[in-house]
């Protein structure tokens, strides 16, 4: 499993690398290298030339505002985890990270590697929608924000386009009575979720106000939900008639661990379980 | 700058310094390593999933079949053959110790492992070790006799 | 971890002595190599001009191949060559994978590469020479192939209806081979019995996926006429022939060296059509050339096992005593039958195995196996022991519960006695120093039933499922010539050592049998010094090369201890004799008052001896100070087999306690318990871990591990993110224990335990889950059992 023949091209800057990819459209960015490594590995992808951006310190940056914390698109999963910035106000995102892949994976794999990257499985574009977080993209003509939930289009398709780099999301400030818990059921620690949940939950003296509810593993993109979310705030668990609204409402597709119906039971007993956390 | 199939690195392993090395672009770090005779890194699957390859880079553990020769340029790398300082001693006896190996093949990648482990100075319970290393595959031991010199290892170093 | 048990064999002499080394878990000082990165693995070898090669393979589980170009191929950047079936036959004869003493057995030839039809997916039809594997891998793609896809035979239930794909039209159907095992009269025992259970298993494909993969340098040298290979396979003797045989070279002229394997598991036992081509073409080159498979082409490639179906019965009395069992098995192989310990192997040990323990008066096994357009499978860890274990324990618990007895009394009802030995097993095959009832009450006392049945109630109350089982097993080791010998196969029942004391005082140790890992130097070592009474350090030991090693078998089915260490108990008997005949003569004593202890011949009576040193020192320079007619000879050599009956047996009994999520039907295994016998442990600690790796890789088989095809032949997981291997975190740390009942056939009375945990687990584990599931009225029959089978089977979905 050798890896095809390609260029290797080391960016000196952001717009150099930009400059780069909108010239070749067959070049690919090297971040992590994480997911793209292995897919050269087995010739699943065969670019022309790798531009490099790993070594862009700047794109590495974690900030916190007012009211949203930025991640810069190269930190790297474990600089994410034992920031304090995120650990004093972003505590679940390191929950969520210990699910990713393993520790040695996580020193390379970055934050917008992933989300960029957009594979339904991974917990971070769930992450990100649940959050309602703005990804900043640059390209030839400058920056351009995108919402997480208009980001992801389909299977492995994004909105971002070919002159275009992720450069950072911005996720927007817990206020004190909004909360993030996530469930996730693998086969494997660390394996992708046969199924997974992200909720941000808005708590009013231990009612739930408000509910937002994002699948991964699920469909072909992170799955946000409606109606099972309103249904959660009017009933709270009941296992039939959410189990029912999810059908309705996602496009479940088995994979190799778990078929669309396994998948719908598992999506549903997540949020049980959810709740569950909820409680304690 | 010209686009070449082939770029020069520079880097340090073991303390040793490697100057301006012509590598494949294509090369990954650990077939490099291996192509320089230092063979105690290994691959198992060059998918990143077996941990085989887990080398140490610029302090950090990283799939050596993950990362291009390319991208080691300046880089400071230490493999296997590099773990030769009195914790790694202490590990390796507490290895020896517990038969924490049978073939041999893992046991690079598991020791990177464990090294970051120590590393962090946190007691870990033995769940808390076999999440650590559930990276790392071993077909032999079943993984018990790993998580008791890695436990044994903790106790005595930290 | 020094471990003196009490003197498990009093045959070995008194464990106080200085140098009393067997039954100790001494820590493995020969393999520290592999902690500071010193394994020598066959990828770390490299030679001058040596030659990297890359194999096209069938995209298709069944295709023709009208023609294939590799002119562009050729041209590609640091490719020196090309070839397809035509230039490799030149050079490689083709194999038939059959041996004589199974009955009817029909396999057509196999050869290299496929010439005009491919049958499996992954099957090599052409393969790339060039400087480097990924140089090779880009020709590979230029490589034009004109197929035509055929219908695929992937289903084994459908293999002999009248309108499968026939996959060998000059065999007239897809059967491989049939047997039947008839003792007794089951119809009449069944109609006499108070109840009847029945069940019906099956177990999915899996592979070995051992971490360093399947690898070989050869290197024909030309001058020389001489083929060396380096290989990372367990028997190197047997593919001395192989090679010798197929590619026509002399075979006093082929050595084959094994060094260090990464993890074998009897995936690397057989012979594979790429590694023959690769030995073919360093003999038309005359340079090494190197194969190390990828993890991709290993999941295709690497044999397949465990593919079976199985339907049971089992016939009681009021009181639970078994008058009758009968099973049907149905195996699906691949193609061709792998050469040359034959694809049947596996469906044999099912109808031999099957309810082994018990006295059963009554039994009948039929076992049918077929081809498929699939991986070729054959032996892998446990061979045919999980399926025959399962489907022996589920009927045993089935009846169980049916009399309303506990699980372990039924067992205990049916045991063939400790005392009751020689005995045969239901099929017939003879077995002899078994403990099945020391063994289960010592996993009792282990386990506490009473607690964790107490503790099932009450976990039931709570809405959370748990259960447990208990197993017992018996484990093929140490085989005689009647396994493969017998039916024409070469290959070695026989093991020799062959020791020798130095000038310097130090001893040299070589043996046939091989090392993957399980520690067969370090055993070999601590027989050899402890029989000879010298230090540990002293011995130095060679392993692995056919040039360097008495003949032998090699490592396999559980042969290493109890063959090969018997072999190097006797040498080193004969040499401790021989160096007590030449002090005596040089002490002009009787060789009575000496012994060896601490690397000196000493006098029983504490007066000063000699060193072994200086005794060399001696013999080898001055000889003419010895006496003459002493004839001093400090080399010696001994051979060991089984003979008179097939195989040494051990016993195990396995339990475990499980829980069950009902929401996500994952299932924990909470504790796992395994009481081992197998006679004389050299090293315990080495043992145990045999038996904690082997159950890890048997929970793989039960919950994780399956090779899933769609209905084109195709495998679908064939990645290492894909198909599941157990890692740490979800493995519970395991309790071993042993009953030791020494084998009566060797002074050393070890058997083997290599296998044990494989076999019993997959069997345990599911009865445990049964167990758990019995309480609200459902079951699983199918491994690996995943979370959505458990679901299903709550009518979760």
């Known amino acids: 499993m050798k890896a095809p023949d ?58 916190l505002d007012d009211n949203s914390i930025y991640i810069g698109a190269l930190a790297t999963h474990n600089q994410v985890m034992d920031n304090l910035i995120i650990k004093e106000n972003f505590s ?38 649940a959050n309602n977080a703005k990804f900043i993209l640059s390209g030839l003509n400058g920056n351009r924000t995108v919402e997480a939930n208009d980001f992801y289009l389909g299977l492995f398709e994004t909105d971002i386009k070919p002159d275009e780099i992720l450069v950072g999301i911005n996720y927007p400030l817990l206020k004190s009575n909004e909360k993030i818990v996530f469930e996730e059921v693998c086969r494997r620690h660390g394996d992708y979720a046969m199924a997974g949940l992200i909720a941000k939950v808005k708590i009013n003296q231990s009612v739930i106000e408000n509910i937002i509810l994002v699948f991964f593993a699920t469909g072909d993109r992170p799955n946000l939900t409606f109606n099972t979310s309103k249904l959660v705030v009017k009933n709270g668990y009941d296992y039939s008639s959410l189990k029912k609204s999810l059908s309705s409402e996602i496009d479940f597709a088995g994979d190799l661990n778990s078929s669309a119906p396994m998948k719908l039971h598992l999506a549903t007993i997540l949020i049980g379980k959810i709740l569950k956390k909820l409680e304690n | 700058m010209s686009i070449k199939n082939s770029v020069n ?81 202490k590990v390796k006896n507490n290895f020896l110790k517990h038969n924490a190996f049978q073939c041999g093949f893992c046991s690079p990648g598991m020791l990177m492992t464990t090294k970051e482990i120590i590393s962090s100075k946190k007691k870990l319970s033995r769940d808390e070790i076999r999440s650590e290393i559930s990276g790392n595959y071993c077909r032999c031991t079943g993984y018990q006799s790993i998580v008791d010199a890695i436990e044994e290892s903790i106790n005595e170093i930290n | 971890m020094d471990d003196m048990k009490v003197n498990q064999n009093p045959k070995l002499g008194s464990i106080d002595r200085p140098n009393s080394y067997i039954g100790r878990s001494l820590p493995r000082e020969n393999a520290k190599k592999h902690l500071d990165g010193g394994g020598q693995f066959v990828d770390d ?96 793609e230029l490589i034009e192939v004109d197929w035509e896809e055929k219908d695929a035979q992937v289903d084994m239930e459908t293999a002999l209806d009248e309108n499968a794909v026939i996959i060998h039209p000059e065999l007239g159907n897809n059967l491989f081979w049939t047997r039947t095992v008839n003792q007794g009269d089951v119809v009449k025992a069944f109609e006499e019995s108070h109840e009847v259970v029945e069940t019906t298993l099956d177990f999915a494909r ?41 590619l026509d070279v002399n075979e006093g002229l082929v050595r084959i060296v094994s060094r260090d394997v990464g993890g074998s598991f009897g995936i690397k036992v057989h012979v594979y059509p790429d590694e023959m081509a690769v030995a073919a073409i360093s003999k038309k080159l005359g340079r090494p050339i190197k194969f190390i498979a990828d993890r991709l082409e290993s999941f295709t490639t690497d044999i397949h096992a465990r593919c079976h179906k199985i339907s049971g019965k089992l016939g009681v009395d009021k009181e639970g005593k078994i008058l009758a069992m009968e099973i049907n098995d149905l195996s699906g192989i691949g193609p061709f039958s792998m050469y040359p310990r034959t694809s049947a192997i596996e469906t044999n040990q099912v109808l031999n195995l099957s309810g082994a323990p018990y006295i059963i008066p009554n039994y009948k096994a039929v076992g049918t196996v077929v081809f498929q357009n699939k991986t070729p499978m054959c032996q892998y860890r446990a061979v045919g022991h999980p399926i025959a274990v399962a489907i022996t324990e589920a009927l045993i618990d089935k009846a169980a519960t049916k009399i309303g007895i506990n699980l372990d009394e039924i067992r205990k009802i049916n045991f063939i006695p400790d005392n009751a030995y020689p005995n045969k097993c239901p099929s017939g095959v003879p077995l002899e120093d ?132 018997e072999a190097v108990l006797k040498a080193a008997r004969t040499l401790k004799n021989n160096i007590l005949d030449i002090a005596a003569a040089i002490m002009q004593t009787n060789k009575d008052t000496l012994d060896i202890e601490n690397n000196v011949v000493i006098r029983k009576n504490g007066e000063e001896g000699i060193s072994l040193q200086k005794l060399a020192e001696t013999v080898y320079y001055r000889g003419h100070e010895i006496p003459k007619g002493t004839n001093p000879e400090l080399l010696a050599t001994a051979s060991f087999l089984i003979e008179g009956i097939p195989f040494v047996f051990t016993n195990s009994a ?108 997959p069997a345990v584990i599911m009865n445990a889950i049964n167990n758990a599931l019995g309480k609200v009225g459902s079951e699983v029959t199918s491994q690996p059992i995943t979370p959505e089978k458990i679901l299903k089977s709550l009518n979760k979905i």
């Open chain 1, 6 to 63: 390609f260029s290797y091209y080391e960016a000196k800057s952001l717009s150099d690398a930009i400059k780069f990819k909108s010239q070749d459209d067959e070049a690919v960015i090297l971040a992590g290298g994480q997911s793209l490594l292995p897919a050269l590995n087995m010739r699943l992808s065969s670019p022309s030339c790798l531009i490099d951006i790993s070594k862009l310190k700047d794109l590495s940056e974690i900030k």
């Open chain 1, 92 to 129: 679940s995102l390191i929950e969520i990270l210990k699910m990713v892949a393993h520790p040695a994976i996580r020193n390379k794999g970055t934050h917008g590697g992933s989300i960029a990257y957009g594979d339904p499985a991974a917990e971070l574009p769930a992450f990100a929608v």
């Open chain 2, 9 to 89: 690195i520079s880097l340090s392993v073991n303390g040793e310094s490697f100057d301006n090395v012509t590598v494949p672009t294509r090369q990954h770090l650990a077939d490099f390593l291996r192509s320089q005779g230092l063979t105690g890194t290994h691959l198992g699957c060059e998918q990143g999933a077996c941990g085989a390859c887990t080398i140490e880079m610029d302090g950090k553990a990283v799939r050596s079949c993950l990362i291009l020769a390319s991208q080691a340029n300046g880089s400071s790398i230490t493999t296997v053959e590099g773990f030769d300082d009195e914790v790694m001693e």
């Open chain 3, 45 to 140: 070898l490299v030679l001058p001009r040596m030659l990297h090669v890359a194999f096209l393979r069938s995209p298709f589980a069944h295709a023709d191949i009208k023609s294939i170009n590799v002119d562009e191929a050729k041209k590609s950047s640091g490719v020196f060559d090309v070839y397809t079936a035509k230039e490799i036959d030149e050079f490689c004869k083709p194999w038939v994978g059959t041996l004589g003493h199974l009955g009817e057995m029909r396999s057509p030839e196999q050869t290299p590469l496929a010439k005009k039809t491919a049958r499996w997916q992954g099957e090599p039809i052409a393969v790339v020479i060039a400087n480097n594997r990924a140089q090779a891998e880009d020709a590979l």
């Open chain 3, 206 to 246: 899996h592979t070995g996926v051992t971490l360093e993969s399947r690898g070989i340098v050869a290197d024909w040298n030309k001058a020389e006429t001489k083929m060396t290979i380096y290989h990372n396979g367990q028997a190197p003797h047997m593919m001395q022939h192989i090679i010798a045989k197929h």
């Open chain 3, 434 to 565: 078994l403990s099945h009832q020391a063994s289960m009450d010592k996993l009792l006392g282990m386990m506490n039933i009473k607690e964790i049945e107490k503790q099932k109630e009450d976990d039931l109350a709570k809405g959370v499922l748990t259960g447990y089982g208990v197993i017992a097993m018996c484990e093929v080791t140490n085989p005689s010539p009647l396994f493969y010998g017998v039916g024409g196969a070469h290959i070695s029942s026989q093991d020799g050592a062959s020791i020798r004391l130095e000038g310097s005082g130090a001893i040299h140790l070589s043996s046939s049998i091989t090392e993957q890992g399980q520690g067969t130097e370090a055993i070999m070592k601590q027989i050899a010094a402890d029989q000879l009474g010298v230090s540990m350090d002293t011995v130095r030991v060679t392993l692995g090369d056919t040039d360097a090693t008495p003949y032998g078998g090699g490592t396999w089915a559980s042969r290493g201890a109890g063959i090969g260490g």
């Open chain 3, 654 to 761: 396995m339990g475990c306690h499980v829980s069950i999520d009902q929401d996500t039907g994952i299932v924990k295994i909470n504790k796992f318990w395994a009481v081992e016998d197998c006679g004389t442990q050299i090293n315990p600690k080495l043992v145990e871990e045999q038996i904690k790796g082997g159950v890890v890789q048997g929970i793989g088989g039960a919950l994780f591990e399956e090779c899933v095809y769609d209905d084109q032949g195709n495998m679908q997981n064939a990645t290492m993110a894909d198909y599941l291997v157990p890692m740490a975190y979800e493995m519970p740390d395991i309790i071993v224990d042993h009953v030791t009942t020494n084998s009566g056939r060797s002074i050393i009375g070890a058997k083997g335990a290599g296998e044990a945990g494989t076999g019993g687990a």
